[in-house]
Structure formats: C-alpha cells, structure tokens
C-alpha cells in the first residue's frame, strides 16, 4: 500500500455517528418486536409507547444537562413524584387553578434542582451523594405530604387533558408537550450562553473557573434548569395516570441516565445532544414495552434494562478511549 495514500474515513463526526448507532438501533427494535408480535405495530400501542416515552424523555432532557457538565442526578425520579404529589395537593385539596397547580408542580421540581446545585456548588458534595440524599428526601417528602396514599383528581376531571387531550388529532398533548421541551431544550444546549458553559463545565471545568466564570453560579443554574424538566415530568406523569402516586418514581432515574447515555452523551461530560436523548429514550420505551408484550415476567426485564444500562456505559468507555 502507497504511504502517501490517505486512509478512508467515514465522514461522520464520532457523535453524530453514536447518533446514527442509536438510531439503527431504535430501528432494529421496532423491526424485530414487529415481527414478533402483530400487537406490537397496533396505534394505541404506539401511542402508549411514545406517552412513555414522553415522561422517561422530559427526564432525560434534564438529565443530558447534569451529565454534559459532568454531574449525576439520581433525584429525578422520586422528584418526579414529589412535583406529582404537589401539583395534586394544590389542585385537589387546596382547590387552587390546575394552571397554578401546574406551576406548583414545576416550581418544586426547580426548587429540588436548586438546592441540590446548591450542595453541590457551595458544600462541595459530590453530585452522587447530593442527588442521591435529594432521592431519599423527596421520596420521604411525597409520602410525608400525601399520607402515603394516592391523591386522585376526581374533582378535576379536565386535568388528565394535559397529557392525554390531542389538539392534534391522535397525538396525545403528553406528546406534543416532550417534543416541545426537546426543542427548548436544544436550542438551550447550542444557543445560548448556558449551554456553551454547560459544555465548558464538563469539558473542563478548572479551566473554565480560570478563564473568570463564576463555576458554582452557573451549576446551580444548570441543576435547576435540569429540576424543571423533571417538574414538568412530574405533571405530565400526574394528567397522564389522573393522580399522584407517592410510591411510584423510584427506578426512573437509571432509565434516564441509560436514555442519555445511549443517545451519545458521554458519563465524563463535555458531549451530548438532545437528539440522542430523544432517540435514546425512544429505545428504552420501546424495549420495555416490546418486552411487555412478549409477556416476559416484569422480573426480567428489569434484568435486561440493567444489561442494556452496562452496555450503554461500556460504550462511553469506549468512545472515552478512542477519542
């Protein structure tokens, strides 16, 4: 072979190619749950998959920005719950507007995104630990605040329309409402000043503090950017299952992270899209209902969302290594 013969590339960024890895993916899974099973394909299942896909994707929205800074939120879940339990609260006991109650719900999930940046930044946790300890608190707190039982919307039949109304006809709002968020979310990260430091936090977060950028300021942004997302997460759960339910949340965490990471943002920050996080956790939705509909025991997928978890870190590993 000539010496002065260039090698053949492909003319693909590596994150654009976990992109498109991602997505043949998404595609192979559809193909094969297809295949087996005629149900699968059926439009009240897509609609079911991509109602699911909504909140797993508002989570992993806010997620993306923790993890490109290099950070972790293990709290996104059971603060779903709690922002759930809120916005149920003042609608339904303290009879307030569902549009206020909405706000309540958001607002809390921002208020937990907050202190946890506040931690953070200013105690010097570690992320793992912060988040982790927020996990525990807002769990305590949904169970605390409803009596450890359900609170229903009976009195507000209209609430569940958030997230299962269609303005466009047989597309669920949940929907309409993820896709916007992924949108905002992503001309957050590549337009403004917060995603070119969220970006420069992860990349390299010393040099970054060096160059005069008040760090902790703007983590305790990006941390409760991120508790947004989660608080809309939580109203959508909440019109989605027209009621709050204190126990549920664990376990949506991972299933996040896992959407993020497998949409191409690296564990070590400094990399990562919207675009992956959709795609990402478009797979996730898919391969649990897929499993779901094969009527493989809820024990076992559980196992299996676990393997797909250490394969989608072991590929940031690997992308790590050659990068």
């Given amino acids: 072979m000539d010496p002065n013969q260039k090698k053949w590339k492909l003319p693909i960024k590596p994150g654009a190619l976990q992109q498109v890895l991602a997505f043949a993916s998404l595609i192979l899974l559809v193909i094969f749950f297809s295949l087996a099973s005629p149900n699968f394909l059926q439009f009240s299942n897509i609609v079911g998959i991509l109602l699911s896909t909504a909140v797993i994707g508002i989570l992993a929205l806010g997620a993306t920005f923790v993890i490109i800074t ?41 208020f937990c995104g907050l202190l946890c940046g506040l931690a953070i930044a200013k105690m010097k946790i570690p992320p793992f630990i912060a988040t982790l300890a927020m996990m525990m608190i807002a769990k305590g707190m949904a169970l605390v605040i409803s009596g450890a039982s359900p609170i229903y919307f009976t009195n507000t039949p209209g609430f569940s329309q958030i997230a299962l109304g269609t303005i466009i006809p047989g597309v669920p709002n949940g929907v309409l409402i993820f896709f916007a968020a992924a949108i905002i979310g992503a001309l957050i990260l590549s337009k403004t000043i917060v995603g070119r430091y969220t970006f420069a936090l992860g990349s390299n977060e010393e040099a970054t503090r060096l160059s005069g950028v008040n760090v902790d300021s703007w983590k305790i942004r990006i941390y409760t950017i991120a508790g947004v997302f989660t608080g809309i997460a939580g109203v959508i759960m909440a019109s989605r299952l027209n009621s709050a339910q204190p126990a549920l949340g664990m376990g949506y965490e991972l299933e996040a992270i896992a959407a993020v990471v497998i949409g191409g943002t690296s564990l070590s920050g400094g990399k990562g899209t919207v675009v992956g996080t959709v795609i990402g956790a478009l797979i996730m939705s898919v391969l649990t209902n897929g499993l779901r509909i094969l009527s493989v025991p809820q ?16 590929a940031d590993n690997l992308r790590r290594k050659k990068a």
């Fill in 70 to 110: 290099g950070g972790i939120d293990l709290s996104v879940g059971t603060v779903m719950t709690l922002s759930s339990v809120m916005t149920a609260l003042f609608v339904t006991t303290l009879g307030v507007p569902s549009v206020l109650g909405v706000f309540v719900g958001i607002l809390t999930g921002a």
């Fill in 299 to 314: 024990e076992w997928q559980t196992v299996v969302v676990g393997f797909v978890i250490i394969l989608a870190v072991y």
